[in-house]
């Protein structure tokens, strides 16, 4: 660890915020982001009660708590519609639990499938649920850079709330709502929520207006799916989002889920003793697996059933699955390395692409690429019969969206998240 004396003034500075501290401690804080002693108390020492904020300090709140209360007045249809991984996924079932526990039955969910119809809000999905009977589609973790497909909705008289926090594009879709702390005029105190912390504000906002003879803390059984997404999506754990962490953590080790109990014993995990690590290397790849080798309403109906068979068949279902993806990564990568390996020194960037790789699967590969080559990494496949899709991953020193936003002109959609 570097000494005090070789480190910058700005940490002196620092330092005496975090004075009543042992030195180790403080530089560890310090290292984390954590520059004051209150937020030095609620990253030691997360309190519910006093370290989540007012849901209705985010932009545009109170506007989607009166359309959700509106529609549940008036008994109009509602769908959730979510993305395919481990963010979007535990939103989705986070918020058809919340919907069940008021015992407003009119919801359903819609998860995209990923090979065929990619990532985001589609109009053919859209127009699929409107004809449905959809009155009101509210999204979790995507959305804020479809907006084609979400001003079709609202053309159709279909009211949509976005709930995301990946990063707006130059225009917002034309939803009734925009829920994104990451969005221009929105102080929100934790902009860096995971998508599923920004649909459970919603449900917060909702239950502040209107508690429907719920108890008083029972959407906290909730957090389980808060606190899965916010550790797999690996959001900074600082303020709200370390509360939701550790929260989280303890839901989840007493969490009554038939699937979660079941999958923990397949992956020979006690639930009891739950850790990060094994939400992070355990139990979201095998929820993300759904979606890169099969499709995402398995990992749905495994987080969502009260059903112990269906629950026991999803469980082995997930396990099985994700040792075939992790065979197909590790082939994957290995012949990448081989392609890049002699024109290592000259490359400041890796981009490189074959249409026999899996799209889906191009995440993990770049992911194993910038950890071992330290710069940032774009791969493409082939989706479906004439186009190339991939993915992206940066170093930390370089705005991948930005890079991509620079060649907009040739590609057909991009987005995600600066440094990741």
């Not at 959700?68 to 535990?90: F, M, N, Q, R, T």
């Not at 993300?288 to 969502?304: C, I, K, V």
């Amino acid at each position: 660890m570097q000494k005090y004396a070789d480190r910058p003034k700005v940490f002196e500075k620092d330092r005496e915020q975090l004075k009543q501290y042992p030195e180790l401690l403080q530089e560890l804080l310090i290292s984390r982001g954590v520059l004051s002693t209150s937020d030095a108390e609620a990253f030691l020492s997360p309190d519910y009660e006093r370290h989540v904020h007012d849901p209705f300090l985010m932009k545009g709140m109170e506007r989607a708590v009166l359309r959700v209360l509106y529609a549940i007045e008036h008994k109009e249809p509602i769908v959730i519609y979510s993305d395919y991984d481990c963010d979007g996924i535990p939103g989705g079932v986070l918020l058809h639990d919340f919907f069940n526990m008021i015992g407003y039955e009119n919801v359903s969910n819609y998860i995209p499938h990923r090979h065929e119809e990619g990532y985001g809000v589609n109009e053919k999905a859209i127009s699929a649920l409107v004809d449905g009977g959809a009155k009101l589609i509210i999204t979790v973790d995507c959305g804020i850079t479809d907006v084609s497909p979400i001003a079709y909705a609202q053309g159709r008289n279909v009211d949509v709330i976005v709930t995301d926090h990946h990063l707006p594009g130059e225009v917002l879709p034309p939803a009734h709502v925009v829920l994104n702390p990451k969005q221009e005029g929105d102080t929100y105190p934790e902009p860096m929520l995971c998508g599923s912390g920004v649909a459970f504000k919603l449900v917060q906002g909702v239950l502040s207006r209107n508690r429907f003879s719920l108890k008083e803390g029972k959407e906290k059984w909730l957090l389980d799916m808060v606190g899965l997404a916010t550790i797999a999506d690996m959001v900074p754990l600082r303020g709200e989002n370390r509360v939701f962490a550790h929260f989280g953590l303890a839901v989840l080790r007493k969490s009554p889920r038939p699937g979660l109990q079941k999958l923990c014993r397949k992956m020979k995990v006690n639930q009891r003793y739950l850790t990060e690590d094994d939400i992070g290397f355990m139990l979201a790849p095998r929820i993300n697996a759904a979606s890169r080798m099969d499709e995402p309403m398995a990992a749905f109906r495994l987080l969502a059933t009260l059903d112990e068979v269906e629950a026991d068949m999803q469980a082995a279902h997930l396990n099985k699955i994700n040792d075939q993806r992790k065979g197909l990564v590790a082939s994957m990568a290995r012949e990448i390395k081989k392609r890049v390996q002699s024109r290592m020194e000259e490359r400041e960037i890796i981009v490189t692409g074959d249409p026999r790789w899996r799209p889906a699967l191009l995440g993990l590969v770049a992911n194993s690429l910038v950890e071992e080559y330290n710069r940032p990494v774009f791969l493409w496949g082939r989706e479906g019969s004439n186009l190339l899709k991939g993915s992206c991953r940066s170093d930390g020193s370089v705005d991948v969206v930005l890079l991509m936003n620079e060649v907009k002109d040739i590609l057909i959609g991009s987005g995600g998240h600066a440094f990741r």
